[in-house]
């Protein structure tokens, strides 16, 4: 064989292998978990968020189906739930919700690129001037973010940043007119 056929080989059995491969979503949380405790500096936490939220966008939305039945008729309705599946279909759990606030609750929004197309863009935005704090809620406080946080931590990042709220407030119009 020769060089190039060699090397051509070699990165073949690479792409296969790493195709094979799929994150333990479960066991990949409770890393990043111990990982994001361990960090005390804001600008870190956002890096090590920024890392997160890319590992997770390969899994792939379990979704909810509520069927209800009106008059005889039934009415399928699907909707968003904290449940994902591996690209192979296999369920693989929830999700650590990432959640970016305007002044302690006024204006929020999820940080998830599959929810929220901007996420990045509003991380890229954040710096330790801008952000007042970053807080994990384990799983049991987490419920009061809603079903979707149910059994799972929920980061929240609180910034007084005033372009971050121009970007919630156009998100939030922008989905309200579709």
């Not at 079903?147 to 709220?165: G, L, P």
Request: hydrophobic fraction near 35%.
């Amino acid at each position: 064989m020769n060089k190039k056929k060699i090397i051509i080989f070699f990165f073949f059995l690479i792409y296969n292998s790493l195709l094979g491969q799929e994150i333990d979503l479960q066991k990949d949380n409770a890393e990043y978990l111990l990982k994001f405790e361990s960090i005390k500096n804001f600008s870190s936490k956002k890096n090590l968020i920024k890392e997160k939220l890319l590992r997770d966008k390969v899994f792939i939305p379990d979704s909810c189906i509520s069927i209800n039945k009106i008059q005889g008729n039934q009415i399928k309705y699907t909707y968003f739930c904290n449940k994902w599946k591996s690209q192979s279909g296999k369920k693989c759990g929830k999700k650590i919700l990432h959640f970016i606030f305007y002044k302690k609750g006024k204006e929020m929004i999820q940080l998830d690129e599959t929810i929220n197309p901007n996420s990045n863009k509003i991380l890229d935005l954040l710096n330790d001037k801008n952000i007042d704090n970053i807080m994990n809620f384990d799983s049991k406080m987490s419920a009061i973010f809603g079903s979707n946080a149910d059994e799972t931590n929920t980061i929240i990042i609180y910034t007084n940043d005033k372009s971050i709220k121009k970007i919630i407030r156009e998100y939030r119009k922008n989905k309200n007119d579709s």
